[in-house]
């Protein structure tokens, strides 16, 4: 007997409810895989212009409820910089450990607004260690470690309840660097969740 009100209830709840039922998103320990692209220190989406600069990335998210995670990742970033008729590039390579809290969220658990804070630690390369240039000037700038932090806003939209679509903004602050510690970040992409 008690199945069969069980199974009354959720169907009486399931006319009674005029918008229907809410997946369940962002439960304490949901994980998830997300990748991110986009341009740095500007909108130049122009891979042949000379101050071309992009990032790309990946991450690891856990959820802890409430819309709130912990997001560990790596991520590769390249600026170019003009120099005569050629273009030197600046590359760092960093791992991120971060804590995003959520800001603002909509009732349907569509739409997640996040801001996070993060540790970055990583390497630093300029011209990927090929210090003469063509014309006989040497580099002078040395590879480096670096370290530091960024501060991210990041929208999430459910496309399904295991597809998202993230965009974001970010500053990082990277010490140890000798050619730009701050790099304003401009990103889209995906995250999977993958329980």
């Known amino acids: ?85 050629m273009e030197i590039p600046q590359s760092q390579f960093t791992a991120e450990g971060g804590y995003y809290l959520n800001v603002l969220s909509d009732g349907s658990k569509t739409f997640f607004l996040s801001a996070g804070a993060s540790v970055l630690a990583g390497y630093e390369t300029v011209r990927h260690n090929d210090k003469p240039l063509p014309d006989g000037a040497t580099i002078l700038n040395r590879d480096a470690l670096l370290y530091g932090g960024a501060l991210t806003l990041e929208t999430e939209i459910f496309l399904t309840d295991w597809l998202v679509l993230l965009a974001n903004v970010r500053e990082r602050l990277l010490a140890g660097s000798s050619v730009g510690k701050f790099n304003t970040q401009l990103g889209l992409g995906i995250k999977i969740l993958i329980n």
């Open 1 to 85: 007997m008690d199945r069969i009100s069980s199974i009354l209830l959720t169907a009486v709840l399931c006319f009674a409810l005029p918008d229907g039922a809410c997946a369940q998103r962002y439960l304490p320990g949901q994980q998830g895989l997300q990748f991110t692209a986009g341009t740095v220190n500007g909108v130049n989406t122009n891979p042949k212009s000379s101050d071309f600069a992009f990032h790309a990335g990946m991450a690891f998210s856990t959820c802890t409820g409430n819309g709130n995670r912990w997001v560990l990742g790596g991520e590769y970033l390249e600026k170019r910089h003009p120099y005569g008729d």
